[in-house]
């Protein structure tokens, strides 16, 4: 039997079919629910019981701890309804209106970007102009229905867009990353859902701290040429971070230097944790959050946006929040998951 699922303060309710997530529903019935990684993990999903019963579904006690959960914290990407239930949930506006599709593309371009980078340009065909939320994903469709999550590098249009770039890592022994991607061909085609993810710049005067790990600068990018257009950096201090290895690792760099270059308003502080003598690097040096820390030590009237690997991401939520007083409402992140990364906490 299923359950009706109510959402406050919106008001907004849905049928949910036992064992099903309550985020999948929600979506399927056309609500803006506020997600990411889809694995219990990253915490942008998470509501509040009002009433009714839920089962918490598989959810690391690293996520949800104790604490959190006697508070009625829930994963929608993991929990069922038990019973009809009322949940507190951050609707999103800002992504209304925008429509999920599965859609076949090709490959224009493949662009190795660094050693372990790879640029993907994908063309879509003429009639799919793709309508999207700079900060937003696609997730590829492989055979078997596999899927692999990737952000969109390119900013969007108000036309929509049918040429997309991602900007892919290659992960050791990954089956996407490495293995299909190494014996991928130009005009090949592909397939991809999307968008999805509910990573985007808020509307807000407050100061925006862009912080990006790798390949975490693709969303980076279409956001900030989507700021860039609309004039909202004259307006609303922004900065970006970008943290790598090696300076080879900063595979855009000099896209980056010319937004600051070009823009007084705009800050750009790339970062290396691992320079050597060959980087010939006279920039900053360290962990990008702790770079973001030294600038910036009170951290309380800022908004953070954080995307790369999950480590990073759970050092800037951590110190971000413990250190610098920045309000948890005021951190939004992608955590780049990786099949490793769910297994080290299943
Ligand atoms: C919201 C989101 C956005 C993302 N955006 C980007 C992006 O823009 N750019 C980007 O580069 N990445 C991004 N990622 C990561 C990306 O989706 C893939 O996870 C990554 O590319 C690896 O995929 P793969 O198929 O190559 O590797 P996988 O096959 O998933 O393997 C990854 C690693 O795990 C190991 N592994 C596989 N199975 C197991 C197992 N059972 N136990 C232990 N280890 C295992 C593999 O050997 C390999 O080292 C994003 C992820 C998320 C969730
Ligand atoms: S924890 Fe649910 S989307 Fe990441």
């Known amino acids: 039997m299923s359950h009706l699922v109510t959402l406050q303060p919106s008001g907004h309710n849905f049928q949910v079919e036992p064992g099903e997530s309550i985020l999948r529903a929600g979506l399927a019935a056309g609500f803006a629910l506020p997600f990411s990684c889809k694995q219990g993990v990253c915490r942008t999903c998470r509501g509040k019981l009002v009433s009714g019963q839920v089962d918490l579904g598989d959810v690391h006690p690293a996520y949800l701890n104790e604490a959190d959960r006697a508070a009625g914290y829930v994963h929608l990407c993991q929990a069922s309804a038990l019973s009809d239930v009322t949940l507190d949930v951050k609707e999103l506006e800002g992504l209304a209106g925008v429509t999920v599709k599965k859609v076949p593309c090709r490959i224009a371009k493949i662009e190795r970007a660094a050693p372990d ?84 710049l808020r509307d807000s005067d407050r100061p925006a701290v862009l912080i990006a790990g790798g390949t975490g600068f693709a969303p980076m ?58 980087c010939g690097w006279s920039g900053r040096e360290g962990l990008v959050h702790e770079a973001v820390l030294q600038d910036l030590p009170n951290l309380a ?16 939520r951590r110190d971000f929040i413990g250190l610098a007083g920045l309000p948890d409402a005021s951190f939004f992140a992608d955590a780049f998951l990786t099949r490793a990364d769910r297994a080290v906490t299943a």
């Open 117 to 200: 980078v790879v640029i993907l340009h994908l063309r879509l065909p003429m009639n799919e102009n793709m309508m999207f939320v700079a900060g937003q994903h696609v997730e590829f469709i492989l055979p078997g229905d596999v899927r692999r999550t990737y952000s969109i590098a390119t900013k969007p249009s108000v036309d929509g867009v049918c040429a997309l770039e991602v900007h892919i890592r290659q992960v050791p022994g990954g089956l996407f990353s490495e293995q299909m991607l190494n014996a991928m061909k130009e005009r090949e085609l592909m397939k991809f859902e999307g968008p999805l993810g509910s990573f985007h």
């Open 221 to 278: 990018k279409s956001m900030l040429e989507h700021v860039f257009e609309r004039g909202v950096h004259k307006r609303r201090a922004v900065s970006l971070y970008w943290g790598a290895r090696t300076r080879k690792d900063l595979y855009q760099l000099e896209v980056a230097e010319r937004w600051a270059a070009e823009r007084p308003e705009f800050r750009f502080v790339p970062v290396l944790s691992q320079a050597t003598a060959d």
């Open 301 to 316: 009237g800022v908004e953070i946006y954080a995307c790369g690997a999950p480590g990073m991401i759970d050092a800037c």
